[in-house]
């Protein structure tokens, strides 16, 4: 077991068998040599820096880590999707307009703008019909009195 942590080898009971040209079963069926392996394979292994990161550890940390990529990327491609619905529904124009509160808005001041337009033609109509009227009978005593005798 020492060679095995010198090398940086997991210690597993396989590992150990091998190394000593045994077969696993002896070490099961000693339940001194597999305590001693299973207590081995759970302690942090001893380096020249101190106590080094055990194998499982570090195995726990990738697969936690690769979990929370997966969920991540989940994440991303959901947002993605979205993202790619939503300018499909607007390019092929069955989406609604991205600022309809705006454009509404804009409507209502654009209808304003008529509706003061229209008054103010309504206003020079008047203003065209009384010239007219003015202008008819200014016409009328002009005509009248060029055709009197003098």
């Known amino acids: 077991m020492d060679d095995l942590t010198r090398d940086g ?17 002896l070490i099961y ?8 392996v299973r207590a081995r394979s759970t302690q942090p292994e001893e380096g020249p820096a ?11 940390d990738l697969t936690e880590r690769a979990a929370r990529q997966a969920q991540h990327i ?14 499909a529904w607007r390019a092929a124009g069955l ?9 509404q808005q804009k409507i209502a001041n654009l209808e304003q703008g008529i509706a003061d337009l229209t008054a103010q033609l309504g206003e020079r109509d008047d203003d065209l ?4 009227a003015t202008n008819r009978d200014l016409m009328t005593q002009l005509n009248t009195f060029h055709t009197r005798p003098r």
């Open 9 to 25: 080898l997991p210690i597993t009971v396989s590992a150990v068998a091998r190394l000593a040209n045994v077969h696993r079963s």
């Open 29 to 36: 069926r000693h339940d001194d040599l597999h305590a001693a």
């Open 50 to 60: 101190g106590p080094q990161v055990s194998r499982r550890s570090l195995l726990a």
């Open 74 to 87: 989940v994440r991303l491609e959901q947002r993605l999707s979205q993202a790619l619905g939503q300018d």
């Open 95 to 103: 989406g609604s307009p991205t600022d309809v509160n705006a454009l």
């Open 129 to 132: 019909a009384a010239s007219r």
